[in-house]
């Protein structure tokens, strides 16, 4: 299984800021890389896809980048329907998808 | 639009088996994959199997393999999952979701609203 490691594991920070998020695959996943979003009580919803391709509908201060091993989510102005758990998840090699541990944005 | 509703919360003993639905609409059901991805409480997200709906072939993480059965009725466009031998550590929110893998598992694009499983004696 293909290992994935996400940083910070929790992160603090106000509306209107930039924030980073960083996905690492165990092996290289070239650019088979999503990300999710999910809020207390909900069910994930897709982001981004193909390591940087907006899903329909996501607001554009959502970008991914990376390729390889080394991936990022960022978000920039921050908005406070934005404070929520970011989960990546990789499908180079499957089954099984495998995703990262996730990341809790909280508001500072 | 899009929608995948599941059916309603499950207490189940230690051994027993629970069976959960997921009911698709909005969209050519032979034409997408459907996953099942499990969440302990607090805890992350588990990916569990995926089934193709046009010819019923599905596979399963490793660790599930003796234990879990994902089905397709595709006159109702319904998806099921069935757990076997549950145990404490089974006591998670269960989520369906929609898979743009036709051969494997792949991207998770509209999900379920979720059943939460509890296993306690």
């Known amino acids: 299984d293909i290992q994935m490691t996400q940083s910070p594991s929790s992160l603090a920070a106000s509306v209107g800021d930039r924030v980073t998020i960083t996905c690492r695959a165990g092996l290289s996943i070239g650019s088979h890389l999503n990300w999710y979003q999910q809020k207390p009580g909900r069910a994930p919803q897709l982001l981004i896809y193909d390591a940087s391709t907006l899903q329909s509908g996501v607001p554009s201060r959502f970008s991914g980048s990376g390729s390889g091993t080394d991936f990022t989510l960022t978000i920039t102005s921050l908005q406070p329907e934005d404070f929520a758990t970011y989960y990546c998840q990789q499908s180079h090699v499957t089954p099984p998808l495998t995703f990262g541990q996730g990341t809790r944005l909280e508001i500072k | 639009q899009v929608q995948l509703v599941q059916s309603g919360v499950e207490v189940k003993k230690p051994g027993a088996s629970v069976k959960v639905s997921c009911k698709t609409s909005g969209y050519t059901f032979v034409n997408y994959g459907v996953s099942w991805v499990r969440q302990a409480p607090g805890q992350g997200l588990e990916w569990m199997g995926w089934?193709?709906?046009?010819?019923?072939?599905?596979n399963y993480r490793y660790k599930f393999e003796d234990r879990l059965t994902i089905t397709v009725d595709t006159s109702t466009r319904t998806v099921y999952m069935e757990l076997r031998s549950l145990r404490s550590d089974d006591t998670a929110v269960y989520y369906c979701?929609?898979?743009?893998?036709?051969?494997?598992?792949?991207?998770?694009?509209?999900w379920g609203q979720g059943t939460l499983v509890t296993v306690s004696s």
């Open positions: 089934i193709r709906p046009s010819n019923g072939h599905a």
């Open positions: 979701a929609r898979d743009l893998g036709l051969v494997s598992t792949v991207t998770l694009d509209s």
